[in-house]
């Protein structure tokens, strides 16, 4: 049973440019939330993904968009590159919670996005 | 505003004895509280948890004491094993229910654990 895959797990882009990271579930999961790791700090929560709409969103600017498909799968979209946007991306799933049952969110390796 | 506090950036523990790790939060309206391991190259991976209306939860070499008054939890690793060595996070969420960990996690900054012969 494949755990969370995202693709690519490094990536170099310049200043101004645009991003799109990518992000499969785990099998039977339908939530996808989207952290960033920067260094030595501690994750951030950017959004999160549910029925193919953004849910939650935390304090990120529009420049951080993204997308849930059919298939439970994600994208995460970040416009203008800062150079201060270097980070480990994180993306998380779990299953929406139901009737009070525990779920826990399973994450993925990660995106390494360094901006020149 | 760092909701969520671990103030140790590292501990170093001695094979055998027990490890602990602490953490403060500030926000009362937390209802579940996570720790999560992270190894080097790999993502976080869920350890233990506790709901806020329990003082402990206890999974094996791993235990998790929460103290609501003071708004401190810490995990208990006993014995500590080399295999233990990562950055540990503790984390919370708030939610519409007791088990609403499918929320948006409020991540602490990690305590990087390092487990000596």
């Known amino acids: 049973d494949a755990g969370v895959t995202q693709s690519p797990t490094h990536l170099i882009k310049t200043r101004g440019q645009q991003v799109t990271l990518r992000c499969s579930p785990k099998?039977?999961?339908?939530?996808v939330s989207w952290y960033q790791q920067a260094l030595g700090q501690g994750p951030q929560f950017i959004f999160q993904?549910?029925?193919?709409?953004?849910?939650q969103r935390g304090n990120f600017p529009d420049r951080f968009s993204g997308h849930q498909f059919p298939n439970y799968s994600s994208e995460l979209n970040v416009n203008a590159l800062l150079l201060g946007d270097s980070a480990l991306y994180l993306c998380?799933?779990?299953?929406?919670?139901?009737?009070?049952?525990?779920?826990?969110?399973?994450f993925g390796a990660g995106t390494r996005l360094s901006v020149l | 505003d760092q909701q969520v506090k671990q103030n140790s950036p590292s501990l170093s523990v001695q094979e055998g004895r027990i490890s602990i790790l602490n953490c403060d939060y500030t926000?009362?309206?937390?209802?579940?509280f996570l720790w999560y391991k992270k190894y080097p190259a790999e993502g976080p991976t869920f350890l233990i948890s506790?709901?806020?209306?329990?003082d402990k939860n206890e999974d094996g070499r791993f235990t998790v004491f929460l103290n609501k008054s003071a708004k401190h939890l810490s995990l208990h690793i006993v014995p500590s094993q080399p295999g233990d060595s990562a950055v540990y996070f503790c984390?919370?969420?708030?939610?519409?229910?007791?088990?609403?960990?499918?929320?948006?996690?409020?991540f602490g900054s990690g305590t990087r654990l390092s487990i000596r012969p």
């Open positions: 099998s039977g999961h339908d939530t």
């Open positions: 998380a799933s779990s299953l929406k919670s139901r009737g009070g049952t525990k779920n826990i969110q399973y």
């Open positions: 926000n009362s309206m937390f209802d579940y």
């Open positions: 993904y549910y029925e193919e709409e953004e849910r």
């Open positions: 984390a919370a969420t708030q939610g519409p229910g007791v088990y609403s960990s499918a929320s948006k996690i409020i």
């Open positions: 506790i709901s806020s209306i329990k």
